[in-house]
């Protein structure tokens, strides 16, 4: 059986392509992963895993998440094979189509200005009448 199941943050964005021909969303980015120990002068060894996001998960990603976010990712290794240059080499990936953000979006800082641009009225604690 060939089922992996990752926690870790988003090294960077998502990038979104579709798949020509099919139109299906496909997402990729790298998930850091912790290696789960410490070294004795307190630093810790992390991964940089490639991870590969299909269907409806890969817009949620593209549009939801950004460098930096904790997620977890189900899926299964996959084993590409190419040749470069005349030399064999292989590629090592997730697949994925489940995945689950494990923090909160952060907040920006100038959300107060974006609202008053558009037109929302921004109150404060103190100006709410009940």
């Known amino acids: ?14 990038e979104l392509r579709y798949i020509p021909g099919y139109g299906t969303p496909v997402a ?8 789960g120990y410490v070294k004795k002068d307190g630093t810790r ?10 269907g409806g998960s890969a817009e949620f990603c593209a549009n939801y998440l950004a ?3 904790m ?5 299964q290794i996959r084993i590409e094979k190419y040749e470069k240059d005349g030399e064999k080499k292989t590629f090592t990936k997730v697949r994925t189509k489940i995945v689950n953000a494990l923090d909160h979006k952060p907040k920006e800082e100038n959300n107060k200005d974006k609202d008053e641009k558009i037109g929302f009225q921004v ?7 009940f």
Do not use: C, H, W, Y
Request: net charge negative; aromatic share 4%.
């Open 28 to 35: 990729t980015f790298a998930l850091a992963v912790d290696r």
């Open 123 to 129: 109150l404060e604690d103190d100006d709410i009448p």
């Open 67 to 69: 460098k930096g976010r």
């Open 1 to 14: 059986m060939n089922n992996t199941v990752l926690v870790g943050r988003l090294a960077r964005d998502p």
């Open 45 to 54: 060894e992390v991964d940089f895993i490639p991870i590969e996001v299909m």
């Open 71 to 75: 997620v977890s990712v189900q899926g």
